[in-house]
């Protein structure tokens, strides 16, 4: 009998997901204590972020760039003696404004909501320091006016940064004015990653550059309490191109297979479309659930990489060039799963890996560090 690729997509599920195959326990929760697992590692990180003063754009001159001192210019990686100040920064902002939110969460200590806060207002609300809604100029060559699409990579840091803005809003150090301040900016980020030429390059690629952008829009678009429609539109192409676009029959992510970290990449790229679920999902609808009609989803992806994740050695395809002994790392993708597809292994496996890495350039490839403010919900 023929045999469709919705058909092997199904058995090849169904093989990787046998709890026997796995070792699991079907009792296993698929709901960790969030709160608990990361609890000394949250106020760690806080700590550390409550002693760093506030470090916008402004304060750190790019001497090639060609815009005013608020906008983010950065250059290729691999250019010599390339300006990567602007990217430390933004990064930095990354780590500490959501574990200073997380940290706030745990303990309602107010110290963290303040601190958090006034890295807010120097980046997003002050307007001598905030900085220009795009990345316009972001990984610009040599002899180039403009940056490149895989620039737009280098904001993944605003989307944890805008996951926290909810649970901040409970404290007084967050004013109405401020909040409306930093929404609007965001709004106005979502406005470039639509309109923008080299936003939309990024957007239209077929790899973890357009899983970036997509989760970047989701998580400007989700504080815009007031419009649904981008979300609307961000999960119909999520449905539409998307998963087409980036997910193999056999459930890899085959144009990261042909990059120079295969493995890295797979898991990187996992970890972008995993939370991009997380934010284009709703009580009534979950974009997890979301399949193409002869092929695979996010079920499929997950089960694929899932073996590779437990054990590294068993990964088929080329080993990376760089740092890959040192992977995988406790994926969030594993976490948001096992409660989307109630997989307890997934779970299990989360638990047991390293949650963070020293490495910059591993860190990069890690976009989700504070999941407590992914899986919980803020207080009204």
């Known amino acids: 009998m023929h045999s469709t690729r919705r058909d092997f997509c199904s058995q090849t599920l169904a093989a990787l997901l046998a709890p026997a195959a796995l070792g ?32 916008p754009l402004t304060t750190i001159p790019a001497d090639r760039s060609s815009g005013p001192p608020n906008d983010y210019y950065s250059e ?22 959501p574990a200073l939110a997380a940290a706030y969460v745990i303990t309602h200590d107010d110290r963290y909501a303040k601190h958090a806060a006034a890295h807010l207002e120097a980046w997003f609300v002050t307007p ?8 316009e100029f972001a990984q610009v060559a040599t002899s180039a006016k403009t940056g490149k699409p895989e620039g737009v ?22 004013t109405p004015a401020s909040l409306e301040a930093i929404t609007k900016w965001f709004i106005s980020y979502l406005d470039w990653l639509n309109s923008s030429r080299t936003a939309g390059l990024a957007r239209d690629m077929r790899d973890h550059n357009a899983s970036s952008w997509l989760l970047q829009a989701a ?29 193999g029959f056999d459930g890899n992510f085959q144009h990261e297979l ?41 079920r499929v992806a997950i089960a694929r990489l899932f073996p590779f994740i437990a054990n590294r050695g068993t990964w088929p395809y080329r080993a990376d060039s760089a740092f890959f002994t040192q992977l995988p790392l406790r994926r969030p993708a594993l976490l948001f799963a096992a409660r989307a597809y109630s997989r307890p292994e997934y779970a299990e496996l989360w638990k047991t890996l390293p949650a963070d890495t020293s490495n910059a350039e591993l860190d990069r490839t890690f976009p989700i560090r504070q999941p ?7 207080r009204p």
């Open 372 to 378: 407590l403010l992914w899986i919980t919900r803020p």
């Open 76 to 97: 290729p990686g691999d250019q010599s003696s390339a300006f990567t100040a602007h990217r430390d920064a933004l990064s930095a902002l990354g780590h500490s404004v």
């Open 24 to 55: 699991q326990s079907a009792t296993s929760s698929v709901r960790p204590n969030v709160a608990a697992i990361d609890h000394d590692r949250i106020l760690a990180a806080a700590d550390r972020s409550l002693t760093e003063k506030p470090n």
């Open 128 to 135: 001598v320091t905030a900085m220009t809604p795009t990345l």
């Open 258 to 298: 042909t990059t120079p970290n295969p493995y890295r990449n797979s898991l990187f790229n996992l970890d972008l479309l995993a939370g991009a679920c997380e934010l284009l999902s709703t009580r009534f609808e979950s974009v997890w659930e979301y399949e193409l009609q002869d092929g695979p989803g996010m």
């Open 153 to 174: 990579i280098e904001g993944l840091p605003l989307v944890e940064i805008a996951q926290s803005i909810p649970f901040l809003t409970t404290s007084e150090a967050l």
């Open 219 to 247: 998580a400007a678009a989700k504080l815009n309490l007031k419009d649904d429609r981008p979300l609307t539109t961000l999960r119909h192409q999520f449905r539409s191109s998307t998963i087409r676009a980036q997910i």
